[in-house]
């Protein structure tokens, strides 16, 4: 049976595990975390991603506990609406992250949590795959060189309130913009983008006091935004720095492949990171060729050896070798989360 080793456990590593578990490989996914994450924003799964889904398993889940959203607008600061309800061509599925992670897990193979990989030394499966994120270490190999994000110059601060909408509504102002999206589980999710240049000095930092912030950069905007900002579970806002990747001259070397934001992580206003990572799982042939090299990753041949490009050492392979990990899958364990 081929091996696989998934470097992250996050939305790409796990469909990928899904995706090549339900081929007939042995997978084993390699996740720093210790546990699946309980908080995150929500996310808008497209027909594409969908498809995706529906592949893996995981779609019927994602349907029940998700939110279908057909409809988006954009306004402006003061409400009004600037051009026609935007309506989606197929249906979209807006699930909050921890849900979506959930989901997948439940059809991925055992997860193997708390086993951060600091290099890709000592794997010895046929395919190794870098779903680590933005900040990966599978990307260095595969380049030969660090390749490190570029700050985009947006600031975001995002988070839920409680409350219930079935529209996409975004309101736009000079260099800042709100959102109010549906999301599950009896929530709204809202997100800010800014630029930090713009924010006047003395205004509340946006990490630790995000309602102060938020009132100060919003001030005299719709009802809808203000009443919004005045309802934010403060405890699950988070602010980061957009940030992204160049376009890397390769995202395959050998067996090992980067897959997600390891190989094209993009700004989250361009809205299309989370189909992206599935429609990559869909379409790799084609992407990987278009990113300038001719072939999937290859299976290491069985039998005799065949010159490969530089391998890494053997080890043995067997639950437990990594001290801490921890192995559990919702799937597998039957834990119910
Ligand atoms: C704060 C924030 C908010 C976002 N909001 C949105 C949004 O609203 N909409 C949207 O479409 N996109 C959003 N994005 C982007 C979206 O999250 C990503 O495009 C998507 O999650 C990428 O999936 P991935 O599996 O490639 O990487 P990730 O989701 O980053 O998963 C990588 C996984 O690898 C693990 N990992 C990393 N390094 C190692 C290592 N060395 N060893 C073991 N495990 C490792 C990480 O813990 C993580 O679980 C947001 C990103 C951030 C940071």
Redesign the pocket.
């Known amino acids: 049976m081929a091996t696989a080793a998934i470097?992250?456990?996050?939305?790409?590593?796990?469909?990928t595990a899904a995706l090549l578990t339900a081929q007939g490989w042995e997978v084993e996914v390699?996740?720093?975390?210790d546990s699946l994450?309980s908080t995150?924003?929500?996310?808008?799964m497209w027909p594409e991603a969908m498809a995706v889904l529906d592949r893996v398993g995981a779609a019927p889940r994602v349907r029940e506990i998700g939110i279908d959203q057909r409809t988006a607008e954009i306004r402006s600061r003061d409400g009004h609406r600037l051009g026609p309800e935007v309506r989606a061509k197929g249906a979209t599925v807006i699930i909050s992250?921890p849900r979506l992670l959930e989901a997948l897990a439940a059809c991925a193979p055992t997860v193997r949590f708390g086993?951060?990989?600091?290099a890709l030394a000592g794997l010895d499966h046929d395919v190794i795959v870098g779903?680590?994120?933005?900040?990966?270490?599978?990307r260095t190999h595969v380049l030969g060189r660090r390749v490190d994000p570029r700050p985009l110059g947006v600031d975001?601060l995002?988070g839920r309130c409680p409350g219930e909408t079935d529209v996409f509504t975004e309101f736009w102002g000079p260099g800042r913009l709100f959102g109010v999206t549906p999301r599950d589980g009896g929530y709204i999710?809202w997100?800010s983008e800014f630029d930090p240049r713009a924010v006047p000095a003395g205004t509340a930092d946006p990490g630790t006091e995000p309602r102060a912030f938020l009132r100060a950069l919003y001030h005299g905007w719709a009802p809808r935004v203000l009443e919004t900002i005045e309802g934010i579970d403060e405890a699950t806002a988070?602010h980061?720095r957009s940030r992204d990747l160049p376009r890397l001259p390769r995202i395959v070397r050998g067996n090992v492949a980067l897959?997600?934001?390891?190989?094209h992580?993009?700004a989250?206003n361009?809205?299309?990171?989370?189909?992206?990572?599935c429609s990559t799982r869909r379409r790799s042939p084609t992407l990987w060729a278009r990113q300038g090299t001719s072939t999937v990753p290859q299976p290491r041949p069985r039998g005799p050896a065949v010159p490969q490009p530089r391998r890494y050492a053997p080890t043995r392979r067997r639950a437990g070798a990594q001290g801490s990990a921890r192995c559990c899958s919702p799937g597998r364990c039957g834990t119910s989360r």
């Open positions: 470097i992250g456990g996050g939305i790409g590593g796990l469909a390699f996740e720093r975390a994450p995150g924003t929500a996310l808008g992250r086993d951060r990989r600091a779903a680590d994120g933005i900040g990966s270490i599978a975001v995002i999710n997100y988070l980061y897959i997600g934001d390891a190989a992580a993009m989250p361009l809205a299309a990171a989370r189909a992206k990572h």
